[in-house]
Nanobody
Framework: QVQLVESGGGLVQPGGSLKLSCVTRTIVVSANTMGWYRQAPGKQRELVARITAGGSTYYADFVKGRFTISRDNARNTVYLQMNNLKPDDTAVYYC????????WGQGTQVTVSS
């Protein structure tokens, strides 16, 4: 069974930081374009950032300069470093290969609030 497990979410004050992790034993993350997505209450799920197999990165405009996606091939893990968090970043965050259409893991909740 394919499984990716997201972790690292939590409650943080505006301006704070969190680092999300996405670990899997069922695919090789370095062989896939991996994406971090988020879904806020009442909103559609949206792409936050992605990293290709070659290491190229893309960021949505609303996180540019604040978030960094990275990958540890030895740990088969994808990360999302989130700095200068804003209340609008509150959402459940998910990771998956960008080509997968039907898979969504459990996600990790990020809440930005004072």
């Amino acid at each position: 069974q394919v499984q990716l497990v997201e972790s690292g979410g939590g409650l943080v004050q505006p301006g704070g930081s969190l680092k999300l992790s996405c670990v899997t034993r069922t695919i090789v993350v370095s062989a896939n374009t991996m994406g971090w997505y988020r879904q806020a209450p009442g909103k559609q799920r949206e792409l936050v950032a992605r990293i290709t197999a070659g290491g190229s990165t893309y960021y949505a405009d609303f996180v540019k300069g604040r978030f960094t996606i990275s990958r540890d091939n030895a740990r088969n893990t994808v990360y999302l470093q989130m700095n200068n968090l804003k209340p609008d970043d509150t959402a459940v965050y998910y990771c998956k290969p960008t080509l997968w259409t039907d898979y969504w893991g459990q996600g990790t909740q990020v809440t930005v609030s004072s």
